[in-house]
């Protein structure tokens, strides 16, 4: 069975940086895409922020182009994104999926992103 653990949300400043990482076990890591989501308060559905694919080519939503950085590491089952420069349009929960499927994928818990000042 495949778990998902996200880490490193919290308050930050705007034009701040934070770094999430998300901790996979369970399933074959090295072989699956990954990609991070987030869901602001009142918001209906999840938004896909940025994904990996397998072999590590990147994809990014335009709003975060530029100041987001999604990477992996498949000796450790990990993937990561750095957040830089941070607006509060950037605030909501953040979640690791495992898979790159918001229908096939596997979920984590979430990490609470808040840019306030």
């Known amino acids: 069975q495949v778990q998902v653990v996200e880490s490193g949300g919290g308050l930050v400043q705007p034009g701040g940086s934070l770094r999430l990482s998300c901790l996979t076990s369970?399933?074959?890591?090295?072989?699956?895409?990954m990609a991070w989501y987030r869901q602001a308060l009142g918001d209906q559905q999840r938004e896909l922020v940025a994904?990996?694919?397998?072999?590590?080519?990147?994809w990014y939503v335009d709003s975060v182009k530029g100041r987001f950085a999604i990477s992996r590491d498949n000796a450790k089952s990990t993937v990561s994104l750095q957040m830089n420069n941070l607006n509060p349009e950037d605030t909501a929960v953040y979640y690791c999926?495992?898979?790159?499927?918001?229908?096939?994928?596997?979920w984590g818990q979430g990490t609470q992103v808040t840019v306030s000042s």
């Open positions: 994904h990996i694919t397998m072999r590590g080519s990147t």
């Open positions: 999926n495992f898979g790159g499927d918001s229908v096939a994928g596997h």
């Open positions: 369970g399933g074959d890591f090295a072989l699956n895409a």
